[in-house]
């Protein structure tokens, strides 16, 4: 049974009044206001649905742990609410209290669990579930990426210079979104120093398993032939602007020598596409203003866990948004038996971020 914010049986949702001005704007702000009003209280009520696909590991022995859709839910709303730890441990309580989880966790609990390098995975599938309910509103991909800061420090000068001093570590987030609604549909969360074009063919093939992809855009640091030719294979049209120095010769693949020839001949129609690729840039922005743009855990796998979470937490407002102004029904249990893992072959991960050794200061 489908999920539906409109017909809550407990909440009776207010009025808002329209003024008229006599301006035409793009943004229903009746419904905007809406969304936005009830948002903290609907965010609760999705993130409890959302953990409620995961299924619980079997115990038989010794003292029971702590759930892990209580742990989720609570990792969840305390990246939501850009809390520390322990200061975050009042709303678990109210979360207990309010019937939401069944265990409220110690907050050292929950940074052992956030520490743990399986709950990436765990935490991008959920991830997917969350923009799989907007699938049928969108057919324009776009791909970039973004740093979000962290508390430690990498001694890179003398890694490689054999000088003491330190510089501030940071992670990129890659991400793959729907340009119409601004949903994450995949993501990769490496260090710093990685390639973008190097994580783009696994993003673009895990997401084509669950996503209708038709076009994709990316700006020129994305023009690599291996990503055109995944996109040739999954027959998307790509929107990438090629360099100055760029030359159509044997070795190209089809699609690129077709995009090449459409990037010179017509270029208004090109960019008309590539354009949307903006929105790549809105959602970062919309990330780091409402959740903060560094990271307060120390270690390399709870960060990236951290940043998936502060993910998590804009598609579900994102979902909240649509549902007023788009009339969407969210069903997580309903998407998540649709959902499909898709398996990458190795010679598309270049360099695999799970690969890279915890670092602890």
Not at 210 to 229: C, H, L, P, T, W
Not at 298 to 305: D, I, T, V
Request: aromatic letters at 12%; one cysteine or more; charged letters at 30%.
């Amino acid at each position: 049974m489908g999920y539906s914010i409109h017909s809550h049986k407990e909440i009776k949702m207010e009025k808002q009044t329209r003024l008229s001005t006599g301006k035409k704007h793009s943004q229903d702000w009746s419904k905007y206001n809406l969304a936005k009003t009830n948002e903290k209280r609907l965010f609760y009520e999705l993130l409890y649905e959302l953990v409620n696909v995961i299924e619980e590991p079997k115990h038989k022995l010794g003292r029971p742990p702590v759930p892990l859709r209580d742990l989720i839910f609570c990792g969840g709303l305390k990246l939501y609410s850009n809390y520390s730890g322990r200061k975050a441990v009042s709303d678990y309580r109210f979360a207990l209290e309010a019937g939401w989880i069944s265990r409220s966790p110690h907050f050292n609990t929950l940074k052992d669990f956030m520490n743990c390098e399986a709950v990436y995975d765990l935490l991008k599938r959920l991830l997917t579930i969350t923009a799989m309910p907007l699938r049928t509103l969108e057919n324009h991909y776009s791909l970039d990426s973004s740093g979000f800061g962290t508390y430690t420090k990498e001694r890179w000068n003398r890694v490689k210079w054999g000088k003491n001093f330190k510089h501030k570590d940071y992670l990129k987030g890659h991400i793959l979104i729907g340009t119409k609604t601004n949903i994450i549909c995949n993501v990769e969360i490496t260090p710093g120093n990685f390639n973008d074009a190097a994580q783009a063919p696994k993003l673009i093939m895990e997401a084509d398993s669950n996503f209708k992809m038709q076009e994709f855009s990316a700006d020129k640091a994305y023009g690599s032939q291996m990503i055109y030719r995944v996109l040739e294979s999954l027959k998307v049209t790509p929107y990438i602007p090629f360099k100055i120095n760029s030359i159509t010769n044997k070795g190209k693949p089809m699609l690129w020598k077709k995009m090449f020839k459409i990037f010179k001949e017509n270029r208004e129609e090109f960019d008309e596409h590539y354009h949307q690729r903006s929105n790549v840039e809105t959602v970062f922005a919309m990330i780091k203003r409402r959740l903060g743009e560094h990271l307060l855990s120390k270690n390399y796998y709870s960060q990236r866990n951290e940043l998936l979470l502060k993910m998590i937490s804009h598609n579900i407002c994102c979902l909240i948004q649509e549902s007023y102004e788009r009339g969407v029904e969210i069903d997580f249990r309903d998407v998540s038996v649709k959902y499909t893992e898709r398996k990458v072959p190795k010679e598309f991960i270049i360099r695999d971020a799970s690969k890279v050794q915890n670092r602890e200061d």
